[in-house]
């Protein structure tokens, strides 16, 4: 691939998706918005940068991963945006009548640390095993 492209792929793309994304949550924002609405726009842009940050990873070959974790990681990554994902809706829509937000809020910590956690382990048995 030529380099005009990588720079296209790996910077503008997620900049220009991550913005897009930025001015959407703002077109459709409610009179007052909540912090419920904050705390979504900010995690949907994390879940982007996850996203993204998996591609370069992928992209860039690490020398220091095995092609086997980066598919691992890659399955990591989407199982956890798609939890991510599906709590951020059902909590938005049906449950925010429920659960207290500060139990939302946990909840994504959770399973931050818990993808977090997987993930770190299972690079480092990766980095193990290369040895």
């Known amino acids: 691939m030529s380099k005009p492209i990588n720079i296209i792929a790996n910077i503008i793309?997620?900049?220009v998706v991550v913005g897009i994304?930025?001015?959407?949550?703002?077109m459709f924002k409610?009179?007052?918005?909540t912090t419920l609405f904050y705390i979504n726009l900010g995690y949907t842009v994390f879940l982007e940068?996850?996203?993204?940050?998996?591609?370069?990873?992928?992209?860039?070959?690490?020398?220091e991963f095995s092609t086997p974790f980066l598919a691992v990681f890659g399955v990591?990554?989407?199982?956890?945006?798609?939890?991510?994902?599906?709590?951020?809706?059902?909590?938005?829509?049906?449950?925010?009548?429920?659960?207290?937000?500060?139990i939302y809020i946990a909840v994504l910590i959770v399973i931050t640390l818990l993808w977090?956690?997987?993930s770190v382990l299972t690079?480092?048995?990766d980095s193990n095993y290369k040895k």
């Open 49 to 63: 940068i996850v996203f993204f940050g998996y591609l370069n990873l992928w992209y860039a070959k690490v020398k």
């Open 116 to 118: 977090i956690i997987l």
């Open 21 to 26: 994304t930025v001015t959407l949550f703002f």
């Open 123 to 125: 690079a480092q048995t």
């Open 13 to 15: 793309l997620p900049i």
């Open 30 to 33: 409610p009179e007052k918005p």
């Open 76 to 102: 990591y990554a989407a199982f956890y945006a798609i939890i991510g994902t599906i709590w951020m809706f059902g909590y938005s829509l049906i449950l925010s009548y429920f659960i207290p937000l500060k």
